[in-house]
């Protein structure tokens, strides 16, 4: 099993909404990340946890709040977000890269976009 | 500074035509080097990568990228383009630190 999955698919916010994206993977990988990404650009690195400990926080604002409740699950949770937040959300996975012999591949899911009114 | 430069920002290609997407990369040791497409509103797909050994690298859908250190490019290639590759490309080098640098991205277009 290769995959990762995401829910929800979409997400409509409004600023004061409280909201939790999820993210979810079984293939023992270690390493788990959150990306933002706008229409037509790369995805940006947020957040990535290692071990389900945050290892970095990529100056995100706290009105993001990663969670990681166990090796195979990501949460990302929203709260009074801006319209400039709307994007869609990546998580990816990955082995440990500073094991010997692990390729640094990660394993994106498929997303969840964003729409903050 | 670490960087991955994609210079063309679209290419369009007939269906069954051939296809090069470049990418050039600024890293200071031996790169760890991938392809991943992405299809409009989906997730980032792991078309293939590189670290050392042979350096043509075979994917997956039949796609296949060349590692030139002398260049410090890691071309993208496919024979024939089918009407189903037309998707955002983006070439990546993993820096350390967990953190992956991605390409601004190549957009195909495929006409019939």
């Known amino acids: 099993d290769t995959e990762v999955t995401q829910t929800p698919k979409h997400l409509v916010m409004g600023m004061t909404n409280k909201k939790s994206l999820k993210c979810e993977q079984h293939?023992?990988?270690?390493?788990m990340y959150w990306y933002k990404q706008k229409a037509k650009k790369p995805p940006e690195l947020m957040f990535v946890?290692?071990?389900?400990?945050?290892?970095i926080n990529e100056s995100v604002p706290s009105r993001f709040s990663p969670e990681c409740p166990n090796s195979s699950l990501l949460n990302l949770h929203l709260h009074a977000l801006q319209p400039e937040d709307s994007a869609l959300y990546l998580c990816?996975?990955?082995?440990?890269?500073?094991?010997?012999?692990?390729?640094?591949?990660?394993?994106f899911g498929p997303g969840t976009r964003l729409t903050v009114t | 500074a670490q960087s991955v430069t994609q210079p063309d920002i679209h290419i369009t290609v007939s269906e069954g035509a051939s296809l090069e997407l470049r990418c050039n990369y600024s890293?200071?040791?031996?790169?760890?080097l991938f392809w991943y497409v992405q299809s409009p509103g989906q997730g980032l797909q792991l078309l293939l990568k590189?670290?050392?050994?042979?350096?043509l690298v075979q994917g997956i859908k039949g796609f296949e990228a060349e590692f030139k250190r002398s260049q410090s490019s890691f071309n993208l290639r496919k024979p024939s383009v089918h009407w189903s590759d037309a998707a955002e490309y983006f070439c990546?080098?993993?820096?350390?630190?967990?953190?992956?640098?991605f390409g601004a991205g190549t957009r195909l277009f495929v006409k019939a």
């Open positions: 990816a996975s990955s082995h440990d890269p500073r094991l010997a012999g692990v390729l640094h591949e990660q394993y």
């Open positions: 990546a080098v993993y820096t350390g630190g967990f953190k992956t640098i």
């Open positions: 890293y200071g040791a031996t790169p760890y």
């Open positions: 293939m023992g990988h270690r390493a």
């Open positions: 590189y670290f050392s050994g042979d350096t």
């Open positions: 946890y290692s071990y389900e400990k945050l290892s």
